[in-house]
């Protein structure tokens, strides 16, 4: 279902999943619920016997039977006794309480989801599951599983393997589904709803470690006490397609300990700590999915779509990840991320204003995460669009588009497109930086590096409740920046700070249009003068090929301890040219095939104060 944007596309109209019950169950790309299994029958089996096998029959109460249509055997047990492999046990409507341990090649198949039913207790200490697995070449179908004390299906050891098709499986403690030792678990059409601990553990909806394997298509994954689904050590493997993981009080899907979680045209959303999480080496792949409204009800930090830390390796191919809490996606310690066509929207900050909390930025990198993307969409995030910070933390990215970051009132005056600092490392090539609030971007302190191609920058508001900042571009605080071919058009007070500490842009190919002025409330900065093309302040500057034009106040102001040289370019439509407070600076340096023209005056030294900029490093 393609959305209005053409961005991506909607498993659902307006991304709500439809309210199913029973014997249906939610399918993304489906527009309604989807039956699981055929209707039921008129009688006690379906009026079509299995195929190609041999069959013996179950009816729930019969007694004296021999497993034939009209003699019925009255246990499962009783069927699975004489069953050999390529047998169908076929069961009538009803409820049958207990356990079974299936044999190799078996398939235990209902009358239909609705009306056919396994449950039971425990009647041994052998009993782990309502259907229990250690042999090859099983199928169950067509059936509904539920449990007051037992998992629903447990697949263990090398050679035990499962296909599920049309099954339910409800109200059941520890685990939905359970894969360990190798186990194999194929699954078509699954619906797994409610899982609760057991002795105060568990409670997820599919669970795999130590190796096990599992591959679920088109399933309805919802409300799980712990974890949704949860893949954990070496070998470990989820692969997922058409799958709605929703309602789990920790991680929608929970990637650990080297496990790798494969997730295609899926919906995660309404999780309590993380959509998808990836962790200690585990690797996800994200591929046309969507993780939406994560809760972030749990520690500081939760609340992200996409977790990726201590190592994990996460790559992302068309992911939407939209109103989720504290950060859409973020990267850290030591965690990678490689993303193709990556939107990030609408993300939400924790906290209150009484209590603040994580910001809501787009896409964060930190503490030795790396990130490359490709194609990049990112709308109406909070504080930062992109926050890149600490040594070790680099972000490439190419075709970016970053816009309307904003900010809740309650959590201050920011909304920067991207804030890189405390030493990170970042390449842009094609970018484009729309309405945002306090900076288009923002390079901040020591060792903080960054290279800009290609890049647009326009109509950087400043903050609306003051009327301050509005910066296109800000090098600030010791950082550096290498900027080749932009255009920052529609800033406000000055479209390109350098300032502090020996910060350093060289410029290439730049164009610097329509430099608003401050709208500062009249008692806050009446004397700060603004609308200036470029500022420059303890701090230095090379520009070449460059054209400063229609600024208010000057199109370049030198502040003090500015270095700055200018070759072949323009200064334009400015009331100064260049408005120079360093004593004796040498003109030449800023005459190098340079042209002032229609400015009011083109060069004067004049001492004007200069306010501190918005720096990224200062906010909670």
Known sequence: METADGLSCAPWLDDVAPECEGATAAIPGEPECVPLGPPCPAGPFPDDPPVDAVVLYVEDGATGGDGTRAAPFGRIADAMGMARAATTIQLAKGAYEEPLRVRAGVTVQGACVAETTLTGTPSSASDTAIIYVATPDVRVRDLRITSASLPGVWAQGAGATILLEDVLIERVPLAGIVGLRGAHIEARNLAVRDAVPSGGRGGRLVSLQEGATAEIVRASLLRAFEGGVTAVDDGTQVRLVSARVSGSAISGVSVEVGSNVELVGCVVDTNRQFGVYGYGEGTVVVDHTLVHHTLGEGPPGTGPGLGVTQGGRATV???????????????????????????????????????????????????NGRVDVTRGYLERNNVEGVRIR???????????????????????????????????????????????????????????????????????????????????????????ADLTRADFIDSQDASVIVMDSGAALEAADLRVQRTRERRCAPDLCPTFPSGMGMR???????????????????????GAGAQIDLHDGVVEGAAIGACIQVDGYELSRLSDRVVYRDNGVNLQATTLPTPEPASPAMLP
């Open 536 to 558: 420059v302040v303890d701090a230095s500057a090379v520009l070449e090929r460059f054209a400063l034009s229609e600024s208010p106040m000057c199109g370049l102001q030198l």
């Open 317 to 367: 191919r068309a992911g939407r990840f939209e109103q989720n809490v504290s950060a859409g996606v973020v990267v850290t310690t030591d965690a990678d991320l490689d993303a193709e066509d990556l939107v990030i929207r609408d993300t939400m900050p924790r906290g209150t204003q009484e209590v603040p909390g994580d910001h809501g930025s787009g896409l964060v990198v930190d503490t």
């Open 390 to 480: 600490t040594t070790g933390a680099a972000l490439s990215a190419r075709d970016l588009t970053v816009r309307e970051t904003r900010v809740r009132v309650s959590q201050g005056d920011y909304g920067f497109g991207l804030a890189a600092m405390h030493g990170a490392l970042l390449t842009v090539e094609r970018a484009s930086f729309e309405l945002n609030r306090t900076a288009g971007v923002a390079i901040d302190g020591t060792d903080t590096s960054a290279s800009l191609t290609d890049i647009r920058i326009e109509g950087t508001e400043g903050d609306e409740a003051l009327g301050l900042h509005g910066n296109a571009l800000g090098v600030q605080n010791g950082a550096t």
